[in-house]
């Protein structure tokens, strides 16, 4: 069963590929809703059935102020003015062209679901570097697209977009001028407004991940998984070394359990070394896909693997600090829809999420203790993982509880693998802003995104605590 569930072959880029991976993916049809969708949002193309709980507006932009001494009447700005949606909690900006870059600004402001009020206007990242890498399926279907960050804004039903280019003013200018020229051409093509509503966890996952800290990871009743779709089955049997079949979390173990398991997991590979005095953190508890309501059929069937997993890349989501942590499986589940139906993507790019209450959630499916292959350091996918803290941290510190979850989450994956968190490695670039495609480059063994790429991304204040998270790591390995 489990091999036909994750059959695999051999790619170009070194990883195992699940066969489905070189199959055109099909996304399902938008939730059916009671309210007609509002004029200019599209849908998803339709699969013969409906969708599971959640959904997805997207919106063209239409422009704002054009520069009419341009003498095309060059756009330069687009937006939307107050329009009534459909519910949605989570938004995002997306174009054409995944290689264009937005130079510029976008803001959004929404209005709240039950009281209509509106908010103040909030900025959106635009420099979203979190991606797949250069030449891989993942990167080349021809269904990627640019993107800002997502923004959590929670329950609303209206919303408004700007979307300024760089330098520009926002009012027509009296001559033309270079400046004026690049900014109006600096806005990429097909802007979009997607609108997410993360959907309603499955009725077998009514309790909020929050709520099961400290319970047994127990499998549903008998005869639930039976109504399983093929899509939950693989992704929970990926687990099921760790945990029983549908669990909604796999529990934390002691550190000789921890050890024990591990001459389970890679006994064979091993050395004597190792077996006589395993350096690795307890293994900490972690809400599977199934916990945090992980709709199994927006994603790509199979997984896509790599050899080993010889560093970490911290992110963090700039998708903001606004969510209660009870929220934090709904953000996850906006993310996770946002990357697949808005951005293209084959799943979930993250192999792992943190929230500020220190809750570990499992990311892109294949399974916890297996290497997956991800998409978080465009460049660095390969032989990686990457943990991504729910919250914006460029000015905002992050929490302690958030910190000591990502120690908890290195010390023990890191540690399956052999990896010291204080340690270097060497990586070869599959090709970035920062290093060249083929480049051995070392890096920290547990890295911030911006090691790898050039991006704002974890946030300072994040990057600042990675020496720390490094130490505790290191400490939980017994190192």
Not at 20 to 29: D, E, H
Not at 50 to 66: E, H, K, N, V, Y
Not at 216 to 226: D, S, T
Not at 377 to 400: H, R
Request: proline fraction near 6%; include cysteine; charged fraction near 20%.
């Amino acid at each position: 069963m489990r091999g036909f569930l994750a059959s695999s072959i051999a790619s170009s880029v070194g990883v195992a590929c699940a066969t489905a991976l070189v199959l055109p993916l099909t996304l399902p049809a938008t939730a059916a809703t009671a309210r007609p969708a509002p004029a200019g949002a599209r849908s998803a193309p339709a699969a013969g059935r409906p969708d599971l709980p959640g959904s997805t507006q997207s919106l063209p932009l239409a422009p704002l102020t054009r520069n009419r001494a341009i003498g095309f009447g060059a756009v330069a700005e687009q937006g939307l003015t107050r329009q009534d949606v459909r519910h949605f909690s989570m938004v995002g900006v997306i174009w054409d062209n995944p290689d264009t870059k937005l130079h510029g600004h976008v803001q959004v402001r929404t209005r709240a679901t039950g009281n209509g009020t509106w908010s103040g206007w909030q900025s959106l990242e635009t420099h979203n570097d979190d991606a797949a890498d250069p030449d891989t399926a993942e990167r080349t279907s021809g269904r990627v697209r640019g993107s800002t960050a997502p923004l959590w804004v929670g329950d609303s039903d209206g919303v408004e977009v700007r979307v300024r280019a760089e330098g520009g003013s926002g009012t027509e200018a009296a001559a033309p001028s270079t400046r004026a020229v690049a900014a109006a051409s600096a806005l990429p093509s097909g802007l979009r407004l997607e609108l997410v509503d993360p959907g309603d966890e499955a009725p077998a996952e009514d309790a909020p991940p929050v709520a099961l800290h400290g319970m047994p990871a127990e499998a549903p009743p008998a005869g639930a998984l039976a109504a399983e779709s093929a899509e939950s089955l693989a992704a929970s049997t990926a687990n099921a070394d760790l945990a029983p079949l549908g669990a909604t979390e796999i529990p934390a173990l002691s550190r000789a359990a921890t050890e024990r398991e591990l001459q389970t997991l890679r006994g064979s590979e091993l050395t004597k070394a190792q077996r006589a005095k395993p350096y690795i953190g307890p293994r900490p508890r972690i809400i599977t896909r199934r916990g945090w309501g992980a709709n199994e059929k927006l994603r790509e069937k199979g997984f896509v693997y790599t050899k080993k997993v010889k560093a970490a890349f911290v992110h963090h989501t700039a998708s903001g600090n606004g969510y209660k942590c009870s929220q934090a499986a709904s953000v996850i589940r906006g993310i996770y829809r946002y990357h697949v139906k808005s951005m293209g993507w084959r799943d979930i790019g993250y192999n792992f999420l943190v929230d500020k209450c220190g809750n570990i959630y499992e990311g892109r499916a294949g399974g916890v203790a297996k290497a997956v292959f991800g998409a978080h350091t465009l460049g660095f996918n390969t032989n990686s993982m990457g943990i991504a803290v729910l919250g914006t941290f460029g000015s905002s510190k992050p929490p302690a509880a958030a910190l000591k979850a990502i120690s908890r989450i290195t010390a023990w994956k890191l540690g399956l693998y052999g990896a010291n968190p204080r340690g270097k490695t060497y990586l070869k670039s599959g090709g970035g802003n920062l290093y060249r495609k083929g480049k051995n480059v070392r890096l920290n063994v547990i890295s911030g995104h911006r090691d790898g790429f050039a991006t704002d991304c974890p946030g300072t204040q994040l990057y600042r605590k990675l020496g720390t998270a490094r130490s505790t790591a290191a400490r939980y390995q017994g190192r």
